[in-house]
């Protein structure tokens, strides 16, 4: 047996050393330590958690000893970038040299949800569901419907939404169906052309599967099959994954879901159910804009709830009723042969079973729930205050899992975000009956840590800048103090600056702050607004070196911008859950009650996983250098400052800002010098 895994481990380094070679890389020591952890794990089926800091090459760290063992892996991503890096990128670079290595063909493919891939059976309908009848409506999207239609037709496309013309979102939802409107591939007439169908099947024989933390939570917390069988799963972008399966199984009632089901049950169905449950969600659709209206006069009535509110419980239980009707109704009906009308049936039962299952959990919340009412939105919420005992159920005890990420520790340590996942650790596994698991499932205490470090000398090639001089940021933003500091940064950067703050009230002060005190030197400053898709403005950001990006949330995690278009990292105040945010502030509050620490055991972790990503933009390459700046003097005033350090790259530290304005001037000075 010894032999056998000496064997593996030998094959894993010659496959290690023939993918960088093929993309012409260097070793690292990280990498090749991750991938040995990796080939272990999935030998001796046991759990991982590998931290591996920017620059290491985890993503051929884990794919390498995987393709080694022939094991069938599924690997969820967070982001669509990481996932495209992987499907359009990585895997076929390293294919043809590890083939030749191994001597055999490797496969892999990417699956998404049904939603995400064309259905032709809508789209070539005889009759139009409300989807569609809305583009008749709305003349300006018709040149979409063509484009898309046209793309459709074209031999040789995916069907998927990534890969499709960019055509407005109600184009695309008129021409989709969610899982639960799908009829099946066998009784649809175009079953056999299916975009969504086939790319299953490509992915049901492929040795790695790409898809998201979204749908693996889906399939997860439903215990229903959605992803093809595997031997192993792969999390990457780990730190992420319960905050995704939180909002996978996060309920959400609004007037135009149940609008929507009910048109197209009195389109289709006709009948006095029907009729009743189009009555039914008029009546819901009123309640939640009154409700709506009362909440944006009196705030305190929105936020969480500790229980459905009197004036909308008794619209949502007619609908509950009526929803109900529709779907005895089309049970009763089942002599349908015509495969279009199956298709319509399909669709109203899959849209009213939704609203049918939203409303039941509604009136009746499960132990361990939070409902809160966003009134912007005009929708009801609720969620699981957690999910890691689902994880361990139904994902952990299945297979390996493999989770990583460049930060699983907070202050150095994996326990939180393991827990979170649902390993059993620390405490619980000293008190662990590992006996109460079958001899086919896996111990989720069985678990090994790893952290691998990064090839990047963060001292030598980052400054952290903690103005010990500023005020503590209140509630309404960042400071006059705050704002003179970040226009003093990026003026002696050049520009140069990522600015991330934790509100978009931060972000509008900002933005008008530097365009009056930075107005002579003429710096691009490029701010997100509500509702921008990130990818564009990081693009315009990193080919404009000059330019200033200003952002929230969005932009804290995933953006790779190496070389002197970013050479400062400003962060306006430590990312604390704000009080007002309700799964957070409930978590915390259970914490409380149950004789903990909400703040420590809640709160701290998640900011300090936030600022270790923030704080991360800054080095992406070995050539980089420069500042991060956090603009909140708690950062060094307050005693839990020192688990937010040691959950961040070891850069450098000073609260000089003479020392870091001389620094930054000089390196942009450098980069004017060479062109950049």
Known sequence: MAGEKNQVMKQVGLALD???????GQPREGQIAMAEAVANALSDRHHLLVQAGTGTG?????????????KKVLVATATLALQRQLVERDLPRIKPALEKQLGRELTFAVYKGVGNYLCLQKMNGAEQDPDGEILMEIGTLEKDQKRLRAWAQTPGVSGDRDDAPDVDRRVWHANSVSGRECIGKDECTFGSQCFSANAKLKAQTADVVVTNHTLLAIEIVDSHPILPERDAVILDEAHEFMDRTTQAVTEELTAGGVERAANMAHKHLSSKATAAFKKAADE?????????????????KGGRLPELPR?????????KEASA?????IQADSDVIDPDTMAQRARVKGATQEVQTIVTKMLRPAKGQVMWFEANFATLYLAPLSVSHVLRDNLLTMAPVIATSATLTIGKSFDAVARQIGFIVGSEADDHDESTYESDQIDPANVQMLDVGSPFDFASQGMLYMPRHLQEPGRDGPGLDALTELGELAEAAGGRTLAL???????????EHLRKVLADLKLPIITQRRGDSVGPLVDRFAKDPRSILLGTISLWQGIDVPGPACTLVVIDRIPFPRPDEPVMAARSAEADQAGG???????LPRAALLLSQGTGRLIRSIDDRGVVAILDSRIVTKRYGSTLLNSMPPFYRTSDGTVVKESLKRLDAQYKAEGK
């Open 18 to 24: 023939a993918a960088i070679e093929s993309i012409g």
């Open 58 to 70: 985890k993503s051929l760290a884990y794919l390498v000893p995987a393709l080694v063992h022939g």
């Open 284 to 300: 819901v659709a009123e309640a939640i804009a009154d409700f709506a209206q009362d909440v944006r006069s009196d705030p305190t």
């Open 311 to 319: 004036q909308l419980e008794a619209p949502i239980r007619k609908v």
């Open 325 to 329: 009707a529709v779907l005895a109704q």
């Open 501 to 511: 703050f934790s509100s978009w009230r931060g972000v509008e002060m900002a933005d």
């Open 597 to 603: 620490s909400g703040f420590m055991q809640v709160s």
